[in-house]
DNA sequence: TCTTGTTGCGCAATCGATGGTGCAGAGGCT
DNA sequence: AGCCTCTGCACCATCGATTGCGCAACAAGA
């Protein structure tokens, strides 16, 4: 990066100057600390008045080489491919501003190595806390901000080294499959064999909770899970979308439901169907963990769970402000379930 | 937020005991400056020896004060609700890591004052760099950031006091609308009339050029413009949700072809038209300026813009990386057109 | 008048890295 | 032996804000 010449930068030793008092005099009044340092309420005013001409701003930096505290928060997350991820950075940004921390994230594409470098870099920066949403191994990376002093927290994914605010992804993914079940039961289906899970990670917690409340959904349907039609060939659209396709090119048959373990899955899936079975689209049962506004709007039968985003960022922020070194407890959000749109009314021209 | 206790962070004077030599020759090998100042190969190597044994990071926060270069770049963009931004902050983070930079992105909901807090806010971190990506005035950023000496640079949207990379929209929207006309006048539809321009700001860059782009397509397809048919209602869903019903409802007839300037805007019309007219769906010929997956599979006559956010934020590191303070030129990107995926093989079941 | 307390503020060290400057020792030349 | 040139490194001030400590001025009580 080329050098600019960087300007001057108004500091407390310039107000001093103008105000014919002492930089530490300065910096009480600019950080607060004024009344229990005893400097009176009229110098104190007459500070302000002069830093606001000069157009003070304090030098982070500084301020963050001496006291420690930067005022930072890092967080890291997949990708911001998709509308609950980047609801996520949205709430993290706007809570963090709230309080006047500089939000800072980075997405890392679940890839572990680079979760870690990425970490390893904010810790260089003197971050105050650490969010790993959604990483493939936030207890490692508790480990390495923990020997900083940095504690961290865990958000959509679960560790057991610090405090997880996921969502409830048992009781979201068996009520989303009892919707689908209820409506394949409505239509006359017989959905048993034909019922798939597809994408995620069997590694991770949320994959498997969800498929726990699929299955469950299932058996208490009085049916019989199939291991086979569950597909957890990872979240990337390419890959569900060549899971989907073998699975039904080896069956030579539509499936009744779908589950869809994330809106980029859900999103190869309609990648395959749109190419080479469009009609199927309007004919299979869809259900989403997580939503998607296009896909809620154009597709006619599809059931989505909205994680409650809002909810899960507040709360964490809730325990990052009261416990400052929290017990490493999981939080469960329940989320939303969003049965299709097609009950409203229609009014068509002619 | 709470403080915790932050342990030790080991310093170059701790390698430097360890090592039994000062602290300048350990910080001049850690920062690649010892050739200069002519410390031996042996020493060096010794150090960095011991340096990774004891797990040395440099801290950002002194260098930057010192150096007054702080290995920041900021971005501001309006909202992580769609692919196009997702995608420029998902290539900035990139490429400004290859670079061993610090990236920093914040949305600012296309909300001027929160664009101006926001830059101050970076500013006060010292950042070296800030990109404007989208910024509704990125002009007065530019002034208070070359006030502070910091360059900036802008995307998607231009200015005048800093170069810009955008799209080049006028192409873009030209030949989508191109398209569109030459398949509604293939399906024997007479258009003329009854083809709306629907979202956008009009005191924006990018939605006055696409609707000079969309005006002379049709002047050049022998028809005249329309003016009510534009509906520049601001970008939100909700907004073109509610001028695209008010259209509707006030003609008494579906259009032809509507032009949707942005993927969040065809939110607002899809959710119309799948809650009051979903058999439009398939008979309005649709044209997005700004690309999504499940529109795109979906939509059975969608024809997308997809805008070139790889070339785009590759061309604004080469000018950040080779010209230190770059003319305020502007420099378009063609953007990718894409018709509908209705052409690949069907594979039906039976 | 002299101690004791309180108010109001300045001094100076400090955080960790950077970079200008100075200086000892080795080696070469006359 | 005396002088010069390099080599290799250490010393120290500095960036801007924070903070422990100290001290003058004044009031109040004895």
């Known amino acids: 990066m080329p050098k600019v010449a960087s300007k001057k930068q108004v500091t407390i030793y310039d107000i001093a100057d103008r105000a014919g008092t002492s930089a530490s005099t300065v910096g009480a009044v600019m950080n ?18 002069i830093a606001s001409e000069m157009g003070y701003a304090p030098n982070m930096q500084a301020r963050a080489l001496r006291s420690v505290q930067s005022r930072m ?24 501003r709230a309080r006047g921390l500089l939000p800072m994230t980075s997405c890392t594409h679940r890839d572990p190595d680079l979760e870690l470098a990425t970490v390893r870099q904010m810790l260089s920066y003197n971050v105050d806390r650490i969010v790993c949403a959604g990483a493939s191994d936030p207890d490692s990376i508790a480990r390495i901000c923990q020997e900083q002093g940095v504690p961290t927290i865990n958000l959509d994914l679960p560790g057991t080294a610090a405090p997880s605010i996921i969502s409830d992804n048992y009781t979201g993914a068996y009520k989303l499959t009892e919707a689908l079940i209820n409506r394949a ?20 917690n949320n994959t498997s909770e969800r498929i726990r409340g699929y299955r469950d959904a299932i058996i208490d349907a009085g049916a019989v899970p ?11 659209a390419a890959k569900s979308k060549a ?13 009744i439901a779908v589950f869809v373990n994330s809106t980029i899955s859900l999103e ?4 395959w169907l749109a190419q080479h079975n469009r009609a199927a689209l309007d004919t299979i049962l869809f259900g989403s963990f997580d939503w998607d506004p296009f896909a809620q709007y154009m597709a006619q039968n599809l059931f989505s769970v909205r994680q409650d985003v809002t909810a899960m960022v507040a709360k964490m922020f809730q325990i990052i402000d009261t416990e400052p ?19 409203e009314r229609p009014q068509t021209f002619p």
Chains 1, 2 share one sequence.
């Not at 607060?32 to 008045?49: C, L």
């Not at 990708?79 to 963090?96: H, L, P, T, V």
């Not at 070194?325 to 749109?341: F, G, L, N």
């Open 325 to 343: 070194d929290s017990a490493a407890d999981v939080i469960q959000i329940e989320p939303i379930v969003i049965s299709d749109t097609s009950s």
């Open 73 to 96: 928060v890092g967080m890291i997350i997949p990708m911001y491919d998709n509308r609950y991820f980047g609801a996520i950075a949205e709430r993290f940004e706007a809570e963090a």
């Open 185 to 204: 039961t409505a239509d006359g289906h017989n959905w048993q064999d034909d019922f798939l899970f597809v994408g995620g990670r069997p590694t991770d």
């Open 226 to 236: 199939v291991e086979s039609n569950i597909l957890a060939c990872g979240y990337a």
């Open 243 to 255: 899971a989907f396709s073998a699975k039904l090119l080896s069956t030579g048959r539509n499936p």
């Open 268 to 271: 190869g899936v309609f990648e």
């Open 32 to 49: 607060g600390s004024w009344r229990t340092r005893r400097i009176s309420e009229k110098r104190a005013d007459s500070i302000r008045q």
